[in-house]
């Protein structure tokens, strides 16, 4: 299938993209397995948009048992080419707390035993990509006119750090987090963003902060109730700005 303008992945509390019109559904086997779930094709602001829950539409799927190779496998089978990640996430820095939209430009992996590469079959040919700029500049730039068009806050910058959940961090954690520069810390971020890469896909995140990471912010307990309603609220403006970038 060709004409796929951009392909979105869903993070915690992103199952669907409701704006879509005109929706088919795709269900894709690739060469490492099936993905999260079918692939919801439609049109938003006349562009078509592919969007693939990474949980799964149910959010039956942990971060650390994402499949993450086939679902990017399968959104470059159907012809996309540009990814643009919903990644929610807590909050670390000053600038990132909870219902901001971010757009970071660095990340540092602290997960484990994730399948982290398309070369990890023998006979596999043996890729060394560059990732210094693990997210793809003018998908950034893009995204960041896309928010400025629509009217929609966007914080530009900063650094993801990806954990291997599906708890959350300790205070230790974080508090060593933010001594190694990060900003934001989530549970997908990586491999995503490296098997991207690989695969040659244009590829950025768009991180949702749902909550203060841990010793971050008011120091009460974080419940799934107030990630959830601030996801929601933080996405509010997503549909237009995922369309005015599908356009660019």
């Not at 799964?56 to 942990?62: K, L």
């Not at 990806?162 to 549970?187: F, H, N, S, Y």
């Not at 549909?239 to 005015?244: C, V």
Request: with cysteine; proline share 5%.
């Amino acid at each position: 299938m060709s004409g796929i303008a951009l392909a979105v992945i869903g993070g915690t509390g992103v199952y669907r993209l409701a704006a879509l019109a005109d929706v088919e559904t795709r269900e894709v086997e690739t060469r490492f397995g099936k993905p999260s779930g079918p692939i919801r094709i439609g049109h938003l602001l006349g562009q078509k948009v592919a969007f693939l829950a990474r949980h799964g539409e149910g959010h039956s799927v942990p971060p650390h048992q994402v499949n993450y190779r086939a679902n990017l496998a399968a959104l470059k089978d159907i012809g996309a080419t540009r990814v643009l990640a919903l990644n929610t996430v807590g909050g670390i820095t000053e600038r990132f707390g909870p219902r901001v939209l971010a757009c970071p430009d660095q990340i540092i992996d602290y997960t484990w035993g994730r399948i982290s590469t398309i070369c990890e079959e023998p006979g596999s040919e043996v890729l060394h990509v560059d990732f210094g700029e693990p997210y793809t500049p003018l998908l950034r730039h893009k995204i960041a006119a896309a928010a400025r068009v629509t009217g929609v806050k966007l914080v530009d910058g900063g650094c993801y750090g990806a954990t291997q959940g599906p708890r959350l961090e300790t205070k230790a954690e974080i508090a060593r987090m933010r001594r190694d520069g990060c900003d934001l810390v989530g549970m997908t971020g990586m491999p995503e963003a490296g098997l991207a890469r690989e695969l040659g896909l244009d590829y950025a995140c768009l991180a949702i902060v749902a909550n203060w990471a841990a010793g971050c912010g008011t120091g009460e307990e974080i419940t799934m109730a107030e990630v959830l309603a601030n996801v929601e609220a933080a996405s509010a403006g997503l549909p237009e700005l995922i369309g005015e970038l599908a356009r660019g």
